[in-house]
């Protein structure tokens, strides 16, 4: 029997489902409020409780061979919730949760982090993650810690603020980083098979098969739409600022988005998608698709997905170019400037040059006082 904790998120459902193709017995932990139909409907064994709640997780542990455990309290409290908060659920709740694991002789524990939880910036969600991670590391189960990077569903949408539809993006910090946006689906396909693997690793890093800047996504952004996107960008020192006072409110939540948003721009990635295709899970979806595509422009919640192959070298192989033979905007370009107007109509690719051939106004001449 596996239990799924978090199995009515949007990534917890995912593993849940394909526990479940496979042929294996899940248990999910489902709070009171929460409808069950989905899960039931799977032929899952649906529990009541809480992670707020020690004796309901040594009821729901009892029995149980491994533990897979994806819940947090960050969504329900951007979504305007106050309590539980992150540290009564990501910090106390699995810690409550690892122990009762323990007590009830659970095997595995099978763990969902993030990439870049070491880099000491102090938010709530770093914190409780780094105290479960090393609480399952003294514990007599076998651990298996999943670090993702940033999942493509959330910070190439609009709840990232990457709002391809409304053509707003926000920037935290230079945005020149890059980063290994990964697919939702293919997470919940490697914790499945960290689950059922004879000897998994202890800690396993990963992301999407492309490194990708929040600038060059902007850029992939405007040459799909054939339009220029507004941006914001907060600069490193006052999303610093911001996190330390929203931390002192509290805002836990929110102090932890804008925590979030500094790793990702201070920390290059250092790992790869090697877990992913050693799994036969090739199909990561890198933000990805033949040459840049997105979803419907119907779609309110349209998730960019670009390829980074239709990005012009910084050498200047094979580079996009505007109609009267300019560079489009590339890695040396971060910002696009404004758009060519001698640019095709349809595509209306940026062009690296400030300005030429742009249409000026004609200002009337003054009228005699």
Not at 24 to 48: F, H, K, N, Q, Y
Not at 129 to 137: C, H, I, Y
């Amino acid at each position: 029997m596996i239990l799924v904790v978090g199995g009515s998120g949007d990534l917890g459902g995912r593993i849940v489902r394909r526990l479940r193709d496979g042929g294996a017995e899940v248990r999910c932990l489902v709070r009171p409020a929460v409808s069950d139909a989905t899960l039931r409907g799977w032929g899952v064994d649906v529990v009541r409780g809480d992670l707020t709640d020690p004796a309901s997780l040594r009821a729901a542990c009892e029995g149980v061979e491994t533990v897979v455990a994806s819940a947090t309290a960050v969504a329900r409290m951007l979504a305007g919730a106050r309590h539980p908060d992150i540290h009564e659920v990501d910090e106390v709740g699995m810690a409550a949760l690892v122990d009762a694991a323990a007590g009830a002789g659970v095997a595995r524990f099978v763990y969902v982090s993030y990439a870049g939880v070491d880099s000491a910036l102090g938010t709530p969600l770093e914190r409780a993650k780094v105290s479960t991670e090393a609480r399952l590391a003294r514990s007599p189960m076998r651990r298996v810690v999943v670090r993702p990077d940033a999942f493509q569903e959330v910070h190439l949408a609009p709840l990232g603020r990457f709002d391809v539809r409304a053509g707003k993006v926000a920037v935290f910090g230079k945005g020149d980083t890059r980063r290994r946006w990964v697919a939702t689906e293919d997470v919940a396909a490697l914790v499945v098979a960290v689950t059922g693997e004879e000897d998994p690793p202890d800690v396993v890093t990963f992301g999407g098969p492309e490194a990708l800047s929040r600038n060059e996504a902007i850029a992939l952004a405007e040459q799909a739409t054939g339009r220029t996107m507004k941006v914001q960008r907060m600069p490193r020192a006052v999303a610093s600022v911001g996190m330390r006072l929203l931390l002192g409110r509290p805002n836990p939540a929110l102090a932890t988005v804008f925590g979030l948003g500094l790793m990702m721009d201070q920390h290059e990635a250092t790992w790869d998608d090697t877990p992913l295709r050693e799994r036969g899970i090739p199909r990561a979806r890198p933000a990805t698709g033949s040459g840049i595509r997105r979803l419907p422009r119907a779609d309110a919640s349209t998730t960019l997905r670009v390829d980074r192959r239709a990005v012009p070298e910084p050498d200047g192989s094979a580079p996009a170019r505007c109609a009267r033979r300019h560079r489009v905007a590339s890695r040396a370009a971060p910002s696009p400037s404004p758009r060519c107007a001698a640019a095709d109509r349809r595509d209306r690719p940026a062009c690296t040059r400030s300005s030429h051939d742009r249409p000026r106004r004609s200002r009337a001449p003054a009228r005699p006082r």
